[in-house]
């Protein structure tokens, strides 16, 4: 045996176990845990159980139209399903609304709803300025300041003051509590005295007209945030900053919620707190994001972090997550990122190169130290039935994208609604399946530049190899782009006279 396994036999390696988590890692009960996909080796189910792993944060990166958002879907329909837990979007980019009303939830829309950045939601007012004045330090250039932070905190304290608040004791009657105009207006008030003020005054000015007065008035029940499922649609703010800004105070009011809750020694969840795209919130270390990340099992809390670059995640969350699923990602420097936080083989870095949509490489940190990998590849995220995927390919491009995220895609390229359906329908009339060189002439003849259809192109996934493949293949591609353009609408006259002539009939 010994002298088999020393030749040609062995160097098959046919004994030795893919690398794959054992099983009992793995496979849980379906009453206490949320399936979500078989293993690409061996074919195993996952079951994610919290109780198995170190906490029941989970962080996911991969390009746009990888599959995260549908992963997120699947696993908050499930989770509250099987835990009963709650659930608050905090939705960057407005992708999450229709979703959320359609499953019974709730949305709140910052433009018609408002946040008063001085309510106290349960903080001491001692507590809030601090809280309000280094949201301030990470989304403003006030930390280059020391004098105008100064200012800018003690006016704030002076207008908790000036309501008969006191600093250091939480309010324990209902009382009217100052806004970011007040702020203002005291900063204002010593401006003609001191240079440094005018500037902090300019500064809370500024914030107030490019937020149209979103943080003066609550208007947004802060408890009702925890309730369900509720969605905080930030897309119509018009910064990242004043997205940013909104996204923090809610984080920071669920904090201190957090941290008044019973202590859970059990590891249930009762709310996951979704942060999708909040790249300026969750690289930063002061974010109470890593907070959360660092104390909310203890108390039944997890948080999902999404990106589409990893490095807009800081490497606290990666460390701390409990479950990380890395969806296909375009740039080397980028997976070296992830793979610097997460360790993992050469194996599994040339294997998630070709990953499709739905399929990522999962990294679990277990709560009991087991001697066997923590990686697998999900072969694909089997959630519920949300995604319809169209595909692009040609030489050697092949790549695919939900069909919903598609059209919100057209549409960021500047083409009308119009035109995005045609280009919609021509993938259903060719069963969601296009080749590039017709997928690119289409975009061109639709308005589209070429030099936005390949940048269009490299952000669906497309290399550099891929694009000089497509181009190559047929120089006169606005032409054909141009019949086929033409054939829809002639397509669609014959169905307009069809309906007409039967009309008449």
């Known amino acids: 045996m010994q002298k088999a396994m020393s030749g040609e036999l062995g160097s098959r390696r046919f004994l030795v176990r893919p690398p794959e988590p054992a099983p009992e890692m793995l496979l849980s009960l379906p009453s206490s845990s949320i399936y979500l996909g078989k293993t690409l080796l061996l074919h195993v189910p996952f079951f994610w159980n919290p109780k198995k792993l170190v906490n029941p944060h989970i962080c996911i990166c991969g390009i746009t139209g990888s599959g995260k958002s549908y992963l997120i879907k699947s696993f908050i329909t499930r989770a509250r399903l099987i835990f009963g837990a709650r659930a608050l979007i905090l939705d960057w980019a407005g992708e999450y609304s229709e979703w959320v009303r359609l499953a019974g939830g709730k949305v709140v829309s910052f433009g018609k709803d408002g946040l008063n950045l001085l309510d106290l939601g349960g903080s001491t007012a001692h507590a809030r300025t601090r809280q309000v004045v280094e949201s301030l330090e990470m989304l403003t250039d006030l930390q280059s300041f020391p004098k105008q932070r100064r200012l800018t905190e003690d006016a704030i304290e002076q207008a908790f003051l000036s309501m008969g608040l006191k600093l250091h004791q939480p309010m324990r009657r209902k009382k009217r509590q100052p806004t970011l105009e007040q702020v203002h207006a005291i900063l204002k008030k010593n401006s003609s005295r001191d240079p440094e003020a005018a500037e902090a005054a300019r500064r809370i ?120 699923f890395l969806f296909r990602l375009t740039l ?94 021509e993938f259903e009339r060719s ?43 047929s120089r006169p591609g606005r032409h054909q782009g141009g019949e086929a353009m033409l054939r829809l609408k002639k397509n669609n006259l014959r169905k307009n006279k069809s309906k007409g002539g039967g009309e008449r009939a």
């Open 332 to 425: 080397s420097s980028e997976r070296e990122y992830v793979r610097s936080s997460l360790t993992y083989s050469d194996y599994y870095e040339e294997i998630s190169h070709g990953m499709g949509v739905g399929t990522a490489l999962v990294h679990l940190e277990m709560a009991q130290p087991l001697r066997c990998p923590r990686n697998f590849i999900l072969e694909k995220v089997d959630g519920e039935p949300l995604m319809r995927l169209a595909r692009i390919r040609g030489g050697r491009m092949d790549v695919e994208i939900e069909k919903d995220e598609l059209g919100r895609r057209l549409l960021s390229l500047g083409l009308s609604d119009r035109k995005s359906s045609e280009i919609l329908s």
């Open 431 to 473: 069963s969601f399946s296009l080749e590039a060189e017709r997928f690119s002439s289409l975009l061109e003849s639709a308005g589209a530049t070429r030099a936005s259809v390949l940048s269009f192109l490299r952000e669906l996934g497309a290399s550099e190899k891929d694009l000089l493949g497509v181009y190559s293949a």
């Open 205 to 324: 000015r500024t914030l107030l007209l490019s937020s149209g007065k979103s943080f003066c008035s609550t208007t947004i029940g802060m408890n009702d945030l925890l309730s369900g499922l509720v969605c905080v649609d930030l897309h119509s703010l018009p910064t990242e900053s004043l997205r940013s800004l909104a996204g923090l105070s809610i984080l920071q009011f669920v904090k201190e919620k957090m941290r008044n809750e019973p202590y859970r020694p059990e590891g249930g969840v009762s709310l996951f707190v979704v942060v999708d795209e909040a790249w300026k919130i969750a690289a930063d270390e002061r974010s109470d994001v890593i907070s959360i990340v660092r104390e909310g099992r203890k108390y039944g809390f997890g948080i999902i972090v999404a990106s589409q670059n990893p490095t807009d995640v800081h490497k606290s969350i990666f460390s701390n997550a409990g479950t990380t």
